[in-house]
Every structure is written in structure tokens, then in C-alpha cells.
T-cell receptor, first 113, second 110 residues
């Protein structure tokens, strides 16, 4: 595709529910990143895929968060038992390789009520 | 771990030059990047320095000193549309992950 696509753009969910956020990276990009951004803060690293495997998941805050990239393209970030503190914009980025420019999607704004 | 420090806010007037500094700490360093983010938008790439020195791209330049763990973004001929948040980001650690600073909010005044 032309750019990184994230769906949905907005998601409102009730506390305790399960949510899935999807990221379609730029075709051919092997590296994919998930970040979380709160108002007035920088993107907070969550997880980084190189191909199908998670190269670094050290930013996932706890075991309620999980991400997959089964075919090395589309990735899904999964959050179980959502809490109000999970409310943020979740950003996805992809890059051609490990040391190249990262292109960001427009993000999914998650609101937990 | 990795951490980055940059000023929280900078104000300048149209046509002026502004410098946004960034200091970083990381175990294993691959490069320093700069991203721009307008309110409500996605971060967009501005520049990348892997080696010491100055990289120039139009009105924007970026500098890196690996021995000082320091870099800066220089914006010249400021325009109102340059009002945005600017993030430095470092590639480092054992896995070469990309970590962002907390951002500098630049306000360009007429």
C-alpha cells in the first residue's frame, strides 16, 4: 500500500473488555514497531518485529498485552482485560530494514471507559 | 536501558533559526533520528545521523557527536508551519530498537 494503515482509527471500549488493533505496514517492509503515545509525551516503545518474530518485546507493560505478525506483514496488537490507563494513541511504524527510516501510521486512539 | 533528553518547549519567530538539542544514553548505538509531529498527526521522519557531523536537508540540518552522546536539529528560515513537536530517537541496545525522547514543542510566532 501507499503507507502504513491502522484500523480502527478510533476505538472506545469498556473496562475489562478485549481489543485488537491492526497494522498493515508498507509492502516489503520487514521491520514493524508498535508504540503507545499519551498526550504531550513521546512515543513509548512496546514491541518490535523483524519478519514474523518479535525481536524485542521489552516494552510491553504487562501480560495483558500481546502482539503477533504471523506472516511477516500485518500485525495485530491485542489487549486483554483493558484498564482506563490503557487509553492512549497506539502507533504502528514499519521500515525496510533495521537501520532505515520508520514510517508511521495515523494511529488508533483507544479510549477505555 | 536507553534514555533521551530534550527541552520540553522552544519558542522562536518566523524567519529565525532554532536549535533543538538532544542528549542520549544507550548501550550500543546505531544512529540518531529526528521526527516531526503536528498536533493530531503521525510522526514523520526528518533526518538520520549514524556518523559524527552535520547532515543537511533543505532548511533542516542535524548534527551528531557520538563521543558526547549529543545531537541537535537545526531549523532555518522558520515558517509558521514548522510549529510542531520534534522528537529525537535513538537506535540502540542489543536489538537495535528505536526509542523516542519526550519531544520538544516548537512554537513559531509571527
Amino acid at each position: 500500500g501507499a503507507g502504513v494503515s491502522q484500523t480502527p482509527s478510533n476505538k472506545v471500549t469498556e473496562k475489562g473488555k478485549y481489543v485488537e488493533l491492526r497494522c498493515d505496514p508498507i509492502s516489503g517492509h520487514t521491520a514493524l514497531y508498535w508504540y503507545r503515545q499519551s498526550l504531550g509525551q513521546g512515543p513509548e516503545f512496546l514491541i518490535y518485529f523483524q519478519g514474523t518474530g518479535a525481536a524485542d518485546d521489552s516494552g510491553l507493560p504487562n501480560d495483558r498485552f500481546f502482539a503477533v505478525r504471523p506472516e511477516g506483514s500485518v500485525s495485530t496488537l491485542k489487549i486483554q482485560r483493558t484498564e482506563r490507563g490503557d487509553s492512549a494513541v497506539y502507533l504502528c511504524a514499519s521500515s525496510l530494514g533495521r537501520n532505515t527510516e520508520a514510517f508511521f501510521g495515523q494511529g488508533t486512539r483507544l479510549t477505555v471507559v | 536501558g536507553q534514555s533521551l533528553e530534550q527541552p520540553s518547549e522552544v519558542t522562536a519567530v518566523e524567519g529565525a533559526i532554532v536549535q533543538i538539542n538532544c542528549t542520549y544514553q544507550t548501550s550500543g548505538f546505531y544512529g540518531l533520528s529526528w521526527y516531526q509531529q503536528h498536533d493530531g498527526g503521525a510522526p514523520t521522519f526528518l533526518s538520520y545521523n549514524a556518523l559524527d557531523g552535520l547532515e543537511e536537508t533543505g532548511r533542516f540540518s542535524s548534527f551528531l557527536s557520538r563521543s558526547d552522546s549529543y545531537g541537535y536539529l537545526l531549523l532555518q528560515e522558520l515558517q509558521m508551519k514548522d510549529s510542531a513537536s520534534y522528537f529525537c530517537a535513538v537506535r540502540g541496545g542489543a536489538t537495535n530498537k528505536l526509542i523516542f525522547g519526550t519531544g520538544t514543542l516548537l512554537a513559531v510566532q509571527p
